[in-house]
């Protein structure tokens, strides 16, 4: 019995640092992608009004670079577009928002399961929070994406308190 406590313990612990981990990572890479996006967006929206506005200029006319700020104008016109609708769709900064929101919850409850004297933990209740910190996770980031999706009903069957 002892062995087999040690086991679950171990496995829960495990679970726990996989999951911050993941979590953690994922935040770094949204924030990544949120930044990069977010000064993009910045960076090619001025550009488009200042490039369209000397393509306008006389002092070019009848030059090569009438031409190319002809050409640029609609194609930094195009590419804002494209980064914009990515931000848009992705949710970059919501997702590392969440992800960091997630991490510091199981971080919490890691800590919780810790402190707690072995003899005291209850290890289908540390699994239940676990999977329902995670699965909470993934349906928030399926509804963001999505849209407003509803959650589905449990469709296994069993009573969501039970741990297989």
């Known amino acids: 019995m002892v062995q087999n406590n040690k086991t679950m313990e171990n496995y829960i612990i495990e679970r726990y640092k996989k999951s911050i981990n993941y979590y953690w990572k994922a935040s770094r890479n949204n924030r990544k992608a949120y930044k990069l996006t ?3 967006i910045v960076i090619l929206g001025a550009s488009v009004t200042l490039v369209a506005s000397l393509s306008s200029a006389n002092f070019i006319e009848d030059t090569i670079w009438d031409i190319i700020f002809a050409i640029a104008t609609p194609v930094l016109a195009a590419v804002l577009t494209i980064v914009g609708g990515f931000a848009q769709s992705f ?4 997702a590392w928002r969440d992800m960091v ?3 510091e919850k199981l971080e919490k409850e890691h800590d919780r399961y810790h ?3 072995p003899e005291e ?3 289908k209740k540390e699994l239940k929070i676990l999977n329902d910190i995670v699965i909470s996770e993934t349906q ?3 509804q963001r994406i999505l849209g407003g999706a509803k959650k589905d009903k449990n469709r296994s069957g069993r009573n969501d308190d039970e741990i297989s």
């Open 115 to 117: 402190a707690t004297k």
């Open 140 to 142: 928030n980031f399926f």
């Open 121 to 123: 933990r209850d290890d």
């Open 91 to 94: 949710h970059w900064g919501a």
């Open 101 to 103: 929101l997630n991490a």
């Open 38 to 40: 977010r000064s993009l």
